[in-house]
């Protein structure tokens, strides 16, 4: 295999790095290895479980089948871009008070997911939501609690602060008939 | 630290009713730092100087290693080190009983993907183009593909250990008088079921980084969900003290089971770092994750039981075969398991249950979520359901009518304490209005019905010890911090958080001023590991000990300061006060230092030992828990009869936890509990092929990849109403029990009796296909049997069974023919006692 180096400017969640990397290395590589930004993981580095998505230029993107050559003169953003200062964004904040992030190992990637699908839809339908992340696999969850934190933060991007998620999402669906006896 | 014997310990300050924090959905406290992508997972971690490491994998499933040439690979750029399996002959595995595998190879492979030569390189790169030049010439062996030719072939042996030929185990047991059972029962029910083989999938390959601080001293952090088992393990294999190995560790991206044995690449990883003086860093890829496996072993299953007209249930026959791959693992037990919990759902006054397990050139079996218990479970759910519709009683009366009594002692000897089963089939059968729409749906559409049962851990360890099964330290300063140590490991479950919760909650302290230290066999106190479900349990009693000593210090140097006595002092909200005088009080940093000044350093520990189990026969060792939890669900189900398609269009699910620590929690373990049961219900598969005779007849795995296993995703989802039950358990902590395991075992039979109900017809399997349905339906249309399953059991000699009398029978939970039964290898899952013993001084 070549191990041919180039030397690229990429710009990540707003910032340029001037690097060197192997010309045949992924962006999900060049991240991780270079520029020691490891929130981005990966699950498999054949573009089949989602784990490592990123955006670019707002889209939704598998950094592990995207070259880092070719991303010069894109926008790159990363789980480690989604913070305003130190306050967590909506989707975050919703996803770690929802428990929508359990093991937490697919979690930056369906953050971006989520991020880009809210960017361009506002008030999703639970089928959009379903749809914009069904190329993202979790193990832990069962995916309800994820689709539950992104229609959480969706209402507060909105500025709807009265939504709240669901009771039963947190407590379970009450018992039917209070009474039940231990038969 | 604060020593007091434990036997006569009692705390000073009584723990209130009133609980502030336990019960309450608050954010896990690694939940920042798992949405911000601050949490470092072990291939994130990065040292200076480090190498890559991968392994070269053997590309026959058995064969003799005839010779390894790794000239060509030493001169590639970048290569560092190159191991052989000569290196490290000391063999090793999880259970004492089963330490059959190498850290490499040494003469032999036992299938394709067994690792056989470690390099290391300056990139990742290099390691993997220098790996391709290593040549292994091997002398092919014939292959053992299912149980049934491990039964028709005993040579060529895949091991030279094992109960007989390719038999790595072979048990028989009976619990009563079984033949008068039958004798009891007016029709007696037999079926044969087969439950597929399948794999964990963690979204997280493994990965180990190990590095070296002293000439002799290594320190491994890993993705492992036992670091204490792993420390052991690397201890035998590279011949060092214990004490010089440090095992960290990482959080899991997920485990369910399959991080739980020592692995090759951790060993390696380990002795290249000791060979190099620098940090050495593997992952897997993500084909590498599927021959790691230890996965759910493929089982085929016979049961037969005896019941009478009214649906009551005499005695049951079991009999399972577990393919169990090329390498013992936790197998023993896993085969145990197979048996080990039928009893403790409905009544089963007699019981016998024989089982076998057979060596293939497979990747290994091992634990997967419910360990050994799914398969079974499901065999008896769908039988259950079978019996209800013959002898027309509801299934769900059926099972009603005869639940397991809550403190009593189980045929096979498992103590039972709280037992919440029959609310929660009460809960299901309200929720889903199954007694109105069960049987009466339009065609095409079923519900169907099922429960389980699984253990809040493991009574006793995997190998023989006196010691505490967990442990917790806690250092209080004075800023009003307090530092809290404990070898349980995060692997997802929320385990991070139900000790920090619960060292909060006694102490009456903000959880953020919780500083948890996990994981680290140099830092912490041993736990066991997150297998089981046992670290809510046994970590959070630990916990609880430990915070209560730690709380009566306290209580005793703010008590000198307010003039109260100390068992009159509340902590809450921070502070210490009077519980009749709320404002004699003082800050809890204020208490420590009162404490701090009276006693000096502070500190306290706290241990968790389980009650020992009155069952005391060979095999006694698998089934005991201090608690069980137990699980309903039904399961609403389209089918399609032209094209065997389905589709779940509902899940009504109940689990009785006992007690919520954080119901946000377990309300993520029964969503991830219903969708991985699911998975092995309708598609999920660790299959193999084998290869033409020209091609070199190898066994390859059907599809190594997280596209072609296929799992579910967002969209095969359905809705899920879940209901928790809470019937607390006085072993407990705050009585909960476990949650993470337990609410997958009733998915598989649900949605199998849920098919039955849409089509009539039986498909005796999983994962059910739609041709399978098919199948059944056109059997059915020909008059034949409307089933789609295995048609019978292989012939086996299980040998005389170990006779247990029952407790209804007088039992003392011994065998009463130790001779007849003869002394087989493999003792349970241990070290005999007396050698153990013998290992503790």
Not at chain 1, 128 to 154: D, V
Not at chain 2, 257 to 280: Q, T, W, Y
Not at chain 2, 342 to 364: H, M, W
Not at chain 2, 654 to 682: F, R, T, W
Request: net charge negative.
């Amino acid at each position: 295999m070549s191990q041919q180096t180039t030397t690229r400017t990429l710009k990540v969640n707003g910032e340029e790095h001037r690097i060197a990397f192997s010309l045949h290395h992924s962006l999900l590589e060049v991240l991780r290895e270079e520029l020691g930004l490891t929130g981005t993981k990966h699950g498999c580095e054949l573009g089949e479980c989602g784990t490592c998505t990123v955006l670019i230029d707002g889209k939704p993107i598998l950094s592990c089948l995207e070259l880092a050559a070719e991303c010069e003169g894109r926008e790159v953003e990363t789980v480690e871009g989604m913070m305003q200062g130190n306050e967590l964004h909506p989707l975050q904040a919703c996803f770690a008070d929802l428990g929508a992030a359990q093991c937490g190992y697919c979690t930056p990637g369906i953050l971006m997911a989520a991020k880009a699908l809210l960017q361009r839809n506002e008030s999703p339908t639970r089928d959009e939501i379903i749809t914009a992340l069904a190329g993202n696999l979790c193990r832990c969850t069962g995916y309800h609690k994820i689709i539950e934190s992104i229609e959480w933060a969706a209402a507060r991007l909105r500025g709807d602060e009265k939504f709240e998620p669901p009771k039963r999402a947190i407590y379970g669906e009450s018992i039917p008939g209070e009474t039940v006896s231990d038969a | 630290m604060h020593d007091t014997d434990p036997v006569e310990e009692k705390t000073v300050v009584p723990t209130s009713d009133e609980l502030r924090l336990i019960g309450t959905p608050f954010r896990r406290v690694d939940g920042r730092a798992k949405v911000t992508g601050q949490t470092r997972f072990a291939d994130d971690l990065s040292f200076a100087r480090m190498v890559h490491m991968k392994l070269v994998r053997s590309t026959v499933p058995h064969a003799r290693i005839v010779k390894i040439d790794t000239a060509k690979a030493q001169e590639m750029p970048g290569v560092v080190g190159i191991l052989t399996g000569d290196s490290m002959p000391d063999p090793f595995g999880i259970l004492p009983v089963s330490q059959d595998e190498h850290a490499l190879c040494i003469d032999k492979v036992r299938f394709v993907g067994d690792p056989v030569v470690a390099v290391a390189a300056l990139t990742e790169d290099q390691a993997h183009e220098a790996a391709l030049t290593v040549e292994v010439e091997y002398e092919s062996l014939e292959t053992i593909a299912s149980v049934e030719e491990a039964v028709a072939n005993p040579e060529p042996r895949i091991h030279d250990y094992g109960d007989e030929g390719n038999l790595h185990k072979k048990l028989s047991m009976s619990f009563g008088d079984v033949d008068s059972g039958f004798e009891e029962a007016d029709q007696i029910f037999e079926d044969v079921l087969f439950f597929e083989g399948n794999t964990h999938l963690p979204m997280e390959q493994h990965a180990t980084v190990a590095l070296t601080e002293e000439t002799d001293r290594v320190t491994v952090y890993s993705s492992t969900q036992t670091p204490h088992y792993l420390h052991r393990s690397l201890a035998k294999v590279l011949g060092l003290p214990a004490a010089r190995i440090r095992v960290i560790a990482c959080p899991n991206g997920g485990g369910f089971g399959g991080k739980s044995d020592p692995f090759n690449h951790e060993i390696c990883a380990a002795k290249m770092a000791l060979k190099l003086g620098r940090p050495v860093k593997i992952c897997l890829t993500r084909e590498e994750v599927f021959y790691c496996h230890r996965g759910r072993h493929p089982v085929l299953m016979k049961i037969r039981t005896g019941v009478k007209k009214d649906g009551t249930l005499t005695a049951q026959h079991l009999q399972t075969a577990l393919d169990g791959g090329a390498y013992g693992s936790y197998g023993v037990a896993s085969t145990y398991y197979t048996g080990a919990l039928q009893t403790v759902t409905y009544e089963l006054p007699k019981y016998r249950f024989d089982s076998i397990r057979a060596f293939t050139n497979k990747p290994p079996c091992g634990p997967k979520r419910g360990h050994g218990t799914p398969q079974p479970r499901f065999a008896f759910e769908v039988h259950l359901d079978k019996i209800a519709h013959q002898l027309s009683i509801d299934p769900a009366d059926l099972r009603l009518q005869q639940l397991v009594a809550a403190d009593s002692v189980t045929t096979n000897w498992l103590k039972v304490g709280s037992m919440g089963l029959g609310k929660c089939i009460e809960a299901v059968v309200a929720g889903s209005g199954w007694r109105e729409r069960y049987g009466n749906l339009p065609e095409g559409r079923g519900l169907g019905l099922a429960c389980g049962s699984y253990l809040s851990g493991a009574g006793l360890p995997i190998y023989w010890n006196h010691m505490p099964q967990s442990g917790v330290q806690l250092q209080l300063d004075r800023s009003g911090g307090v530092a809290l140590f404990c070898g349980e490991t995060e692997i997802g479950q929320g385990s991070d958080s139900v000790i920090a919760a619960i060292t909060a909650e006694i102490l009456g302290i903000d959880l953020h001023d919780i500083r948890l230290c996990v994981a680290d066999t140099d830092l912490t106190p041993v736990d066991l590991g997150s297998y089981s479900s046992r670290v809510t349990l046994m970590a959070g009693n630990a916990a609880i000990q430990a915070a209560e000593r730690a709380r009566d210090l306290v209580a005793k140097g703010a008590a000198e300061k307010l003039d109260v006595p100390a068992r009159e002092l509340v902590f809450a909200d921070g502070q210490v006060f009077h519980g009749e005088n709320p404002d004699n009080g003082m800050s809890f940093s204020d208490a420590v230092i009162a404490a701090e000044s009276r006693f000096g350093t502070l500190g306290t520990t706290g241990s968790y030992t389980p009650p020992r189990s009155p069952g005391r026969y060979r095999g006694a060792g698998v089934g005991p828990s201090p608690a069980y939890s137990y699980s309903a669900a039904v399961v609403e189900t389209e089918v399609d009869p032209e094209t065997g398609l389905y589709r779940i269009e509902h899940v009504w699910m109940a689990h009785d936890v006992g007690k919520c620590i954080n119901p946000a929690l377990v309300m993520g373990q029964i969503e991830g509990s219903v969708y991985m049961g699911l998975g092995e219900a309708m598609m999920e598969e660790q299959v193999f092929r084998r290869l033409p005779k020209k091609r070199s007849n190898a066994l390859v795995h059907k599809h190594p990849s997280l596209l072609e296993y296929k799992s579910p995703t967002f969209a095969e989802m359905p809705p899920v109403t879940s209901y928790i039950i809470e019937d607390p358990d006085p072993n407990g902590p705050f009585g909960a029990k476990e949650v993470g395991q337990g609410p997958l075992l009733p998915m598989m039979p649900a949605v199998a009796n849920s098919i039955f109900d849409a089509v009539g017809v039986r498909v005796d399997q999983v994962p059910i296909a739609p041709h399978m349905i098919r199948q059944a339906i056109e059997a059915r249309d020909r008059g034949k049997e409307a089933r789609f399953g295995p048609k019978s059991f292989p012939q086996i000699d299980f040998g005389v069974p170990l006779q247990v009398p029952t407790p209804a029978e007088g039992g003392d939970g011994k065998a009463i023919n130790i001779e007849e039964a003869g002394v087989r290898s493999g003792t349970g899952t241990m070290t005999e006692r007396k050698d153990s013993v013998k290992g503790d001084n």
